[in-house]
């Protein structure tokens, strides 16, 4: 089995390598942050010192980083991944960037013969640990089937979403639809609240109909219980929410609903709740309304969902 190079061992990264080492994946990683390094080094995998080195020895690369300035200096930067790659690397980019810097870096990286996929993910920190992450994937659709059993081992699925750009742009689609959700949520309970209805008796009775979802599925229980323990940092949202901005303005779509959830998003890293769970939009409603959603819950129903 080829190896595979892998940079970028953070919140997501680490257990999307730790995946491919369990599925029997040679590995080669590379990160700045060196304990990240040494532990996947303790499961198996070899160690790189640089993008270079992981360019010089794999012919399939894949980054996971935390947004365009960092994706852009590892591949196109001096010492970086483009500059070492061979042509026919295959560079599978799941980070979560602008398309439109996805598609400068794909312009350069082709100019060498490199291959380049988008295939950025969902599914947050639990679906990285559990391999059940959402994968969208643009480039050329050969590349995607040569990767597509690769990609399997991180995600419960890899959907192929068009040329390149195509995953990104799907990416931002999905986080503003999320972001959306969770402002809608944070609304409703906090009405429900306050007109002395049972926030967890209102949830009961409206996730099987058309409100049901899969962010009230996984967010609703956290929010009752106070338990804002990331599973999606606010801060990372804000970082897709103003990509997905920048990426409208680029083609004159205006984002009205986007623009304003991200505000709200701002104002708590303001307060200080950037590392808190992306459904804590619902403090800026109780603080607007002066009410906290909370409910007791029957003993044994601690454990609440990321």
Same mark, same amino acid.
Do not use: W
């Given at each position: 089995?080829?190896?595979?190079?892998?940079?970028?061992?953070?919140?997501?990264?680490?257990?999307?390598?730790?995946?491919?080492?369990?599925?029997?994946?040679?590995?080669?990683?590379?990160?700045?942050?060196? /304990?990240? !390094?040494?532990?996947? !080094?303790?499961?198996?995998?070899?160690?790189?010192?640089?993008?270079?080195?992981?360019?010089?020895?794999?012919?399939?690369?894949?980054?996971?980083? /935390?947004?365009?300035?960092?994706?852009?200096?590892?591949?196109?930067?001096?010492?970086?991944?483009?500059?070492?790659?061979?042509?026919?690397?295959?560079?599978?980019?799941?980070?979560?960037?602008?398309?439109?810097?996805?598609?400068?870096?794909?312009?350069?990286?082709?100019?060498?013969?490199?291959?380049?996929?988008?295939?950025?993910?969902?599914?947050?920190?639990?679906g990285a640990i559990a391999g059940t992450l959402a994968i969208m994937v643009g480039g050329?659709?050969?590349?995607?089937?040569?990767?597509?059993?690769?990609?399997?081992?991180?995600?419960?699925?890899?959907?192929?979403?068009?040329?390149?750009?195509?995953?990104?742009?799907?990416?931002?689609?999905?986080?503003?639809?999320?972001?959306?959700?969770?402002?809608?949520?944070?609304?409703?309970?906090?009405?429900?609240m306050k007109a002395g209805v049972d926030p967890q008796l209102i949830y009961e009775a409206?996730?099987?109909?058309?409100?049901?979802?899969?962010?009230?599925?996984?967010?609703?229980?956290?929010?009752?219980?106070?338990?804002?323990? /990331?599973?999606?940092?606010?801060?990372?949202?804000?970082?897709?929410? $103003?990509?997905?901005?920048?990426?409208?303005?680029?083609?004159?779509?205006?984002?009205?609903?986007?623009? $304003?959830?991200n505000q709200m998003f701002k104002h708590l890293i303001s307060m200080g709740e950037e590392?808190?769970?992306?459904?804590?939009?619902?403090?800026?409603?109780?603080? !607007?309304?002066?009410?906290?959603?909370?409910?007791?819950?029957?003993?044994?129903?601690?454990?609440? /969902?990321?």
């Amino acid at each position: 089995m080829e190896r595979i190079g892998f940079i970028g061992l953070g919140i997501m990264g680490k257990p999307m390598a730790k995946n491919l080492l369990k599925a029997g994946f040679p590995l080669m990683v590379h990160d700045i942050v060196r /304990p990240q !390094v040494a532990e996947l !080094v303790g499961l198996g995998a070899e160690e790189a010192h640089s993008a270079k080195e992981v360019a010089q020895k794999c012919k399939t690369i894949i980054t996971m980083l /935390p947004n365009s300035p960092q994706v852009e200096e590892v591949l196109l930067g001096k010492e970086g991944v483009i500059e070492a790659a061979s042509s026919g690397t295959l560079l599978i980019d799941m980070s979560s960037i602008n398309p439109m810097s996805t598609m400068r870096i794909s312009e350069e990286a082709n100019k060498k013969g490199v291959r380049m996929l988008d295939a950025p993910v969902s599914g947050g920190e639990p679906g990285a640990i559990a391999g059940t992450l959402a994968i969208m994937v643009g480039g050329d659709k050969k590349d995607f089937e040569e990767c597509r059993g690769i990609l399997e081992k991180m995600g419960r699925s890899a959907v192929y979403v068009g040329k390149i750009g195509s995953g990104q742009t799907t990416k931002l689609v999905n986080q503003i639809i999320v972001a959306l959700n969770l402002a809608a949520i944070a609304e409703g309970f906090v009405l429900g609240m306050k007109a002395g209805v049972d926030p967890q008796l209102i949830y009961e009775a409206i996730r099987g109909g058309l409100a049901g979802s899969t962010a009230l599925e996984q967010k609703a229980l956290k929010i009752f219980s106070g338990n804002f323990s /990331p599973g999606f940092k606010i801060k990372l949202h804000v970082k897709d929410l $103003t990509n997905a901005l920048e990426a409208a303005d680029s083609l004159g779509v205006p984002l009205f609903l986007t623009s $304003t959830v991200n505000q709200m998003f701002k104002h708590l890293i303001s307060m200080g709740e950037e590392n808190n769970d992306h459904c804590s939009i619902i403090h800026f409603m109780e603080k !607007v309304c002066g009410i906290e959603v909370r409910t007791k819950r029957e003993a044994g129903e601690d454990e609440v /969902p990321s």
